[in-house]
């Protein structure tokens, strides 16, 4: 196979018209206290990780620009936020569960409004393939549907009284008060939402800060936040992190932080926190997720979903298979059928059909990912596959090393860009070693076609990570099941349902079951006067 990278970069005009950026977008306002309010001070470039031929050779493309705001603006959308908090007696945590569903429907809808700009700026921002960029949207709005679906249950459940021991009560979910959410650029939108949506809609408020690599994709939907939800619910906040958010964790009101990134900023941030006991967290972090491929394994399948596992999205997913443990008797037939695999995979521009490998958008992640390449070879692995390594610009074509030992950087780091360390394995006991003795425990996939094999695997799996997946790569889907992690990979469960409890508290109200309390809690019902208290049915 020939790999030419430089053809894989176009001209200016050579681009395609329908999927080009008609203009740069130099976003010069943000959101807070419910207005858009305007920016005058220091901006921050966005160049793609596409790449355009010019005279002076490759440069990436600038496509905008967006705010550096300072602790300032920062500490102003806290107040903002704390205010229409107002200790739970503000417009928004006070607010029945039919309305607050009603405000994020008319919010999805202008969503929806703004589908195309939105998507062609998650293609231009971060590399991701049109059609992946337009699924991460679709997905994303069917997540808010279920999530609306899931409070009415919720709130359907929660609609009637309960009589025990001679006490009445009801009992239903509270808010948290503020919340600060920080979403990934691998899923700007999607994962971001993930939190965003249940926080916002179980009434607590929020500050929310873009991704560094994804920020401008949300400045379409500024407005729609805007005229949707009452005066300062929603926030926007934008800077460098490590100036603006350890401040905002340093004045205690921040309630519960949401984080989808590194295990280490979320631990220094929660430490500023001086009430720790106060910080509700739901993190998403790390993970180092492994393939098992047994001696029975269908080789074909196992090779098939490595890939898939290893590669979407160039494997910038924390769910992505990032080490593969391969048994001794089938690692040179899988090694070569994974090599074959890997290059009949199209590469290019994420506009064109079909493509599976696109730039990447972290500008330093080509260096680490040679620095990680360097460091096996020099402590014995080899790269298997033609033109494994190879990179240009923003572009880096898939590396396969083998075989990987305890020394190397790709056994123990999160690689996080498409490399697939292989390590044979003589014993099962060898792989359930390495997932014991990891840092990290969201996922792993395993592959056999043999009962016992599998049935002996579970039980010691299911006790060091979150899900184990049998013939199939690691993944989070469907939003329905619960998606976490064990050790330094997650705190908290994400799941359409999981999220809503997540971002909320069980509250009740109760009394001792005497006929005056009946005609009490009567008369608050009958009178619709308590958001709180209320039997009615939402459908």
């Known amino acids: ?180 959410c920080m979403g990934p650029f691998n899923y700007p939108l999607n994962e971001t939402f993930t939190t965003l949506i249940p926080a916002l809609i179980m009434g607590n408020t929020l500050l929310f800060k873009p991704p560094k690599h994804g920020t401008l994709l949300h400045y379409p939907l500024l407005d729609a936040f805007r005229t949707s939800f009452p005066k300062g619910v929603v926030n926007t906040i934008y800077g460098r992190g490590n100036k603006i958010v350890p401040e905002l964790m340093k004045s205690g009101k921040i309630n519960v932080l949401t984080l989808i990134g590194s295990s280490r900023v979320a631990d220094e941030l929660k430490k500023l926190h001086p009430k720790v006991n106060r910080l509700r967290a739901i993190l998403g972090l790390d993970a180092k997720n492994a393939a098992i491929i047994t001696r029975d394994a269908d080789l074909d399948l196992a090779v098939s979903e490595t890939v898939l596992g290893s ?140 009962e016992s094999v599998i049935s002996s695997l579970i039980t010691p799996l299911v006790n060091q990570v979150s899900r184990v997946n049998i013939n199939c790569q690691c993944q989070r889907g469907p939003d329905t099941f619960p998606f976490t992690g064990r050790k330094d990979s997650a705190e908290g469960t994400l799941s359409v349902f999981d999220a809503l409890r997540s971002f909320s508290i069980r509250s009740l109200v109760a009394t001792k079951e005497t006929d005056q309390n009946k005609k009490l809690l009567n008369g608050i019902v009958n009178e619709n006067t308590s958001n709180f208290l209320s039997t009615k049915f939402i459908f």
């Open 1 to 180: 196979m020939e790999l030419d990278l430089q053809q894989i970069f176009l001209q200016e005009e050579d681009i395609p018209r329908e999927f080009v950026l008609t203009e740069e977008i130099d976003q010069r306002e943000y959101l807070s206290n419910g207005e858009l309010l305007p920016w005058q001070g220091e901006v921050n470039d966005v160049f793609s990780p596409i790449c355009i031929q010019t005279k002076n050779g490759l440069q990436r493309k600038r496509i905008g620009s967006y705010p550096v705001g300072t602790e300032k603006e920062s500490m102003e959308a806290l107040d903002a936020a704390v205010n229409a908090y107002d200790n739970g007696r503000g417009e928004w945590p006070t607010m029945s569960v039919a309305d607050r569903i009603a405000c994020v429907e008319s919010f999805t809808q202008k969503m929806i409004s703004q589908k195309e700009i939105v998507v062609r700026l998650i293609m231009w921002e971060i590399g991701k393939s049109i059609s992946d960029s337009e699924k991460e949207f679709d997905r994303t709005v069917e997540y808010i549907y279920a999530t609306i679906e899931a409070l009415k249950d919720l709130d359907r459940d929660s609609s009637r009284f309960q009589i025990e021991q001679g006490i009445i009560a009801q009992i239903r979910r509270s808010p948290l008060g503020v919340v600060l």
């Open 311 to 450: 590669l979407s999205f160039n494997g910038q997913r924390c769910t992505a298979i990032k080490i593969v443990y391969v048994h001794r008797s089938l690692a040179q037939e899988f090694l070569q059928k994974l090599s074959q695999k890997v290059g009949q995979l199209k590469y290019g521009m994420p506009w064109e059909k079909g493509v599976f490998l696109t730039p990447l958008p972290e500008p330093n992640k080509p260096g680490y990912l040679k620095e990680c390449l360097d460091d096996a070879k020099e402590k014995g692995a080899k790269i298997i596959n033609p033109h494994g390594g190879e990179s240009l610009e923003s572009f880096f074509y898939p590396a396969i090393v083998y075989p990987i030992n305890s020394q190397m950087k790709l056994y123990r780091e999160e690689q996080f860009g498409p490399v697939i360390p292989v390590i044979p394995f003589d014993d099962l006991e060898e792989p359930i070693n390495y997932l014991i003795e990891s840092s990290h425990g969201q996922q792993v996939s395993v592959f056999s076609n043999n």
